[in-house]
């Protein structure tokens, strides 16, 4: 199993929002074809085709759980979870 195919089952078990790694969240959705921007500390994350922008912010090194949940969506609403 690859380290995105790891990361993506992760991604998908609710109960391990609270232990995401921002630098592996970002990795994670660049190698899934987002474009970062970043502006200050938010990250804004698009892609061609999603409609939905995904804004993270780091907090201590690590993502923001209700942002893990906000990409969880944005990637299951779009057939990519």
Do not use: T
Request: proline letters at 2%; hydrophobic letters at 35%; aromatic letters at 8%.
């Amino acid at each position: 199993m690859s380290r995105e195919e790891k990361l993506l089952e992760r991604l998908r078990n609710s109960q391990r929002d609270n232990s995401w790694d921002f630098g592996e969240l970002c990795h994670l959705l660049q190698r899934l074809g987002f474009e970062m921007r970043i502006a200050g500390s938010h990250h804004f994350f698009r892609k061609a085709g999603v409609r939905d922008v995904i804004n993270l912010q780091p907090r201590a090194g690590e993502a923001k759980p209700y942002q893990v949940r906000q990409a969880r969506d944005v990637l299951k609403a779009n057939g990519m979870l």
